[in-house]
């Protein structure tokens, strides 16, 4: 099993849709949750932290589950420009200095 | 604010060749990571480093080693190169949130 699990998608969603994503992990003694947005042939960068009593930033809401060990994304009012690849990344021990694990990410394209 | 700089961008090299990916971050991070990304695989760890002077083997070491020169530095080289390793590779540093270089986009012919 893999440690960090994502559909792949893709969700071809139309403008002002809600799109949800779910990312399951295996290492249940993991700390650190973050989503990460990755555009086309660029480099990833960091689209929200994960905390354990779900967070809020505009239009993206996420929410973490440790009995299931599972994570989500919540988009609302999907906007073209959120089209990209987002990246479920796991820090499988406490402490802030060892490996990041990343899904292999969801594909989303928003259309008009 | 350069964040984190990786050279080179674009690589084409030979079958059997080596070379260095260089990467330096001016975030003063301790935490500095080299991934390889391939389509349907996601980003997949190398080796990463905790702190100056220390490093560690990630999911996928074989066929590179590393060096973390410095704070700064910290780089990649593939000592024979082999056509498995066609890939972009991302350096990334990080102290709670990662950052990420451009990337190297190396083909290996």
């Known amino acids: 099993r893999k440690e960090v699990e994502q559909d792949p998608g893709p969700f071809n969603v139309p403008e002002g849709a809600t799109v949800a994503f779910n990312c399951t992990y295996s290492?249940?003694?993991?700390?650190?949750f973050f989503w990460y947005r990755q555009d086309c042939r660029k480099e990833p960068k960091l689209l929200m932290s994960?905390?354990?009593s779900g967070n809020e930033d505009g239009r993206f809401t996420a929410q973490l589950n440790r009995a299931s060990q599972y994570i989500s994304l919540l988009i609302r009012d999907s906007k073209l420009s959120d089209s990209a690849t987002y990246l479920c990344?796991?820090?499988?021990?406490?402490?802030?200095?060892?490996?990041?694990?990343f899904g292999a990410g969801t594909r989303l394209a928003v259309h008009p | 604010n350069a964040g984190v700089t990786q050279t080179p961008k674009f690589q084409v090299l030979k079958t059997g060749q080596s070379m260095t990916l260089q990467c330096a971050q001016d975030?003063?991070?301790?935490?500095m990571y080299w991934y390889r990304q391939d389509p349907g695989m996601g980003l997949r760890l190398i080796y990463y480093?905790?702190?100056?002077?220390?490093?560690d083997k990630g999911e996928v070491p074989n066929g590179y080693n590393v060096s973390r020169l410095n704070k700064r530095e910290f780089s990649l080289r593939l000592e024979s190169a082999a056509p498995s390793q066609t890939s972009v590779y991302f350096c990334?540093?990080?102290?709670?949130?990662?950052?990420f270089g451009q990337g190297t986009r190396l083909t290996v012919v």
């Open positions: 994960v905390y354990s």
């Open positions: 480093s905790a702190s100056e002077g220390t490093t």
């Open positions: 990334a540093s990080r102290d709670t949130e990662a950052f």
């Open positions: 975030m003063n991070h301790n935490s």
């Open positions: 290492n249940s003694a993991s700390q650190s």
């Open positions: 990344v796991v820090n499988p021990f406490p402490g802030g200095y060892n490996k990041l694990i």
